[in-house]
């Protein structure tokens, strides 16, 4: 399995590093990616993470998933970077796994691949649509788009990923490690 996690400058911290975390723990490959030459991005509360890889260097048939991160900043970027849009139509087109959370749903939207139901950071639905928008709920599958709310919904939208990609095994053991009883 092979995960691709994309962080642009403004990325939230929270999510970014607990998805990365929670999907190794897994012992799934996650690839950490920039935008562009520049390995090194600042997230939204100024703590910079080494990155491995430029998407542009990527493709959809080398992926299991794609899962976007939020925060304002590093979510504009995503949605306006020509190489993540493409990866996401690609993935898309191929049935392949995608997942985003907070303010990441809207990369999705412009893309055009977020499907009907979904959730996000409150607020945000104002931005991509109202219609099929699901607030009461920390994690929504919809096809292939599995989206999340925000920070401190980060560890159960990880688990529900390790539980898609590797299992309800896998799922049910790194939760029971984690002491994730409210996901």
């Not at 945000?124 to 920070?151: A, C």
């Amino acid at each position: 399995m092979k995960v691709l996690v994309p962080l642009a400058k403004g990325f939230e911290e929270i999510e970014a590093i607990t998805i990365i975390d929670v999907l190794r723990r897994a012992d799934i490959e996650v690839l950490v990616a920039s935008l562009d030459k520049d390995t090194l991005v600042k997230g939204a509360n100024s703590i910079t993470v080494q990155t491995d890889i430029e998407v542009k260097d990527t493709n959809a048939d080398a992926l299991d998933m794609v899962v976007l991160p939020g925060g304002w900043d590093g979510t504009y970027a995503l949605a306006d970077d020509k190489n993540v849009q493409a990866l996401l139509k690609d993935m898309d087109a191929k049935g392949k796994n995608i997942g985003a959370i907070c303010a990441a749903p809207f990369a999705l939207n412009k893309a055009g691949v977020l499907k009907q139901n979904y959730t996000c950071y409150p607020s945000v639905e104002e931005q991509i649509r109202e219609n099929g928008y699901i607030s009461d709920k920390k994690v929504i599958e919809d096809g292939n788009v599995m989206t999340s709310r925000g920070p401190a919904t980060a560890i159960c939208f990880a688990l529900e990923i390790v539980k898609k990609l590797k299992g309800q095994e896998m799922y049910e053991t790194l939760k029971a490690g984690l002491l994730a009883d409210f996901c």
